[in-house]
């Protein structure tokens, strides 16, 4: 069993930056590739972006290529997402994804289906 914690949402305004941390439980999260999702009111949940189980490999929304950044760090059992540039449209509940069922890294990591536990999320908000 894997828990996921994410933490480091909140309010702040457009053109600002947050950085979002997910602690893992369990000792094989370091062959998890991880992911980040959100979810906006009225709308489906939506990829943001995903990193392979050595960091190696990133992929991101076409939205957010050149805004957020994805990282790791295995020695801490987290992910991170810095989210720079924020527009109002990046308004979601984000939560922190992990496919426990593989090492593998493609097309699919952007897929929610794949992941196998899934944090609380945590509320960003921008406001304009």
């Known amino acids: 069993q894997v828990q996921l914690v ?8 457009a053109g600002d930056s947050l950085r979002l941390s997910c602690v893992a439980s369990g000792r094989t999260f370091t062959t998890y590739p991880m992911g980040w999702f ?3 009111p009225g709308r489906e949940r939506e990829f943001v972006a995903a990193i392979s189980w050595s960091g190696g490999s990133t ?6 290529k050149g805004r957020f950044t994805i990282s790791r760090d295995n020695a801490k059992n987290t992910v991170y997402l810095q989210m720079n540039s924020l527009k109002p449209e ?3 509940v984000y939560y ?8 593998s890294w ?5 897929d929610d ?7 609380q999320g945590t509320q960003v908000t921008v406001s304009s």
């Open 59 to 64: 992929a991101y929304a076409d939205s957010e």
């Open 106 to 110: 493609g097309p699919d990591s952007e």
């Open 90 to 92: 990046d308004t979601a």
């Open 96 to 103: 922190c994804a992990a496919r426990a069922g593989t090492t």
């Open 38 to 40: 959100r979810q906006a």
């Open 6 to 13: 994410e933490s480091g949402g909140g309010l702040v305004q």
């Open 113 to 119: 289906h794949e992941y196998d536990y899934w944090g």
